[in-house]
């Protein structure tokens, strides 16, 4: 069974751009979960979507948004990017929602704003 | 008091040694119970999954719930060199209905 596949592997814009992250979650699973990994604030909950609905989400600005498509893929969106943006953003799929079930990763997409 | 509190390391230990890597929780609501791996430039994998108090083992590894003290453990028995890696614990649902994930301790399996 093919693992979670989160598309680009490395992004580096410049303050003021926006992005795109995209997250293929495994076959199977309908609900996708976003985070924010840095050093000094560990994992950072962003939001979760299933069944192409928002479920919860963390305390990040308006600029973070997600959607889910009907095949349950995710895309996730940053607009206006800040210096403080730059972390590791992770994607994770499971097969239950709410944390009732355990998350299983990608390897993420390094994000980097100059 | 945080809600998950994960001894902050970093943790070394010559090859071959026990390590025990610990997790305390202040939400008795508190039901699902997991250990991640996380390789440097990877993302976290899940490592062990249990519910309710208890041990359960696999492998090297060993992880046990203590629910009335609160409390997790991973034991990781002979330890190895490819055990180097940071090790995240994670316990939901909350009030909040997410997965609660402690900061991670990094160790570091000396050869």
């Known amino acids: 069974k093919a693992g979670v596949t989160q598309t680009p592997r490395y992004l580096i814009k410049t303050r003021g751009q926006q992005v795109t992250l995209s997250c293929s979650p495994i076959?199977?699973?309908?609900?996708v979960s976003w985070y924010q990994q840095t050093p000094g604030q560990g994992l950072q909950f962003l939001f979760e979507?299933?069944?192409?609905?928002q479920r919860n989400k963390g305390n990040f600005p308006g600029r973070f948004s997600g959607r889910q498509f009907s095949n349950s893929r995710s895309e996730m969106n940053v607009s206006t990017l800040e210096l403080g943006d730059s972390a590791l953003y992770l994607c994770?799929?499971?097969w239950g929602q709410g944390g009732n079930s355990p998350l299983h990763f990608g390897n993420g997409t390094r994000l980097t704003v100059t | 008091q945080k809600e998950v509190e994960q001894d902050p390391g970093p943790l070394s230990v010559p090859e071959g040694a026990i390590v025990s890597l610990n997790c305390t929780y202040s939400?008795?609501?508190?039901?699902?119970f997991m250990w991640y791996r996380q390789y440097s430039r990877k993302g976290p994998e899940l490592l062990m999954y249990?519910?309710?108090?208890g041990n359960k083992e696999d492998g090297r590894f060993t992880a046990q719930v203590d629910k009335s003290s609160k409390y997790i453990s991973l034991f990781i028995r002979d330890s190895q060199p490819s055990d180097s890696a940071t090790y995240l614990c994670?316990?939901?649902?909350?009030?909040?209905?997410?997965?609660?994930f402690g900061k991670g301790i990094t160790l570091s399996v000396r050869p």
């Open positions: 994770a799929s499971s």
């Open positions: 939400n008795s609501a508190f039901q699902y």
């Open positions: 249990t519910y309710s108090s």
């Open positions: 994670a316990m939901g649902p909350g009030a909040n209905s997410k997965l609660t």
């Open positions: 076959s199977g699973h309908r609900s």
């Open positions: 979507y299933f069944s192409e609905t």
